[in-house]
């Protein structure tokens, strides 16, 4: 089914350790998206790319770096991973700069720093 | 910025009843507002996505309405089953938050047999 695909979906890391969340979407999409959920928090924007070539921050940026490897692909990248990393960590796309255009998200990635 | 907020937080309901979920948030110039379901250890599934100029949008069981200047939509269920029992979370789009949806903390939505 066509939509957005993450790896790995669990991973455990002791603190320190580092390792990249992958992501890729085959509708075509322009815009891509990193979203953590905590109890509690809700949903927290991490980063995006409006566009292939470009990302911003988002809400929560702190402790992690993203790549916008190509159209398809956005992956997220804790370098040093910390206890407070851990989350749930969603991708999502959506088909470009039109205010109009939903969402689609990923299944998710569970983290569990120790 | 952006708050959304749902209410109730938890609901339990019999198998059958029609059922409204609220959502509010409080900067009405939105661009869209989107209602997604989630299961538990599972992602979003979008549900319903209602444009700004929008009243309401409609699928198969469900019913979304957006009022926009009172800041706020409601998701109708109608003639619930316990396929139903989801977490279910509403979200807005704004021309603040930029990219960023602005999402609440979800209704748990239990149906019983």
């Known amino acids: 089914n066509a939509g957005v695909t993450q790896t790995p979906k669990f991973q455990v890391l002791k603190t320190g350790q580092s390792m990249t969340l992958q992501c890729a979407q085959d509708?075509?999409?322009?815009?891509m998206y990193w979203y953590r959920q905590d109890p509690g928090m809700g949903l927290r924007l991490i980063y995006y790319s409006a566009s292939e070539g470009t990302t911003d921050k988002g809400e929560v940026p702190n402790g992690y770096n993203v790549s916008r490897l190509n159209k398809r692909e956005f992956s997220l990248r804790l370098e040093s991973a910390a206890p407070s990393q851990t989350s749930v960590y969603f991708c999502a796309s959506s088909e470009g700069a039109g205010q109009s255009n939903g969402y689609t998200f990923g299944s998710g990635t569970r983290l569990t720093v120790v | 910025k952006q708050e959304v907020t749902q209410i109730p937080a938890a609901l339990s309901v019999p198998e059958g009843e029609n059922l409204v979920l609220n959502c509010s948030f409080t900067d009405s110039a939105i661009y869209n507002l989107q209602w997604f379901r989630q299961d538990p250890g599972k992602g979003l599934t979008s549900l319903l996505l209602?444009?700004?100029?929008?009243r309401e949008q409609t699928s198969g069981r469900l019913n979304a309405s957006l009022d926009k200047s009172s800041g706020r939509s409601t998701l109708y269920i109608a003639a619930s089953q316990p396929g139903d029992s989801a977490t279910y979370l509403c979200a807005v789009r704004d021309s603040n938050s930029g990219y960023a949806l602005n999402f609440g903390k979800g209704t748990s939505l239990l149906v019983t047999p």
């Open positions: 509708m075509n999409h322009n815009s």
């Open positions: 209602i444009q700004s100029s929008q």
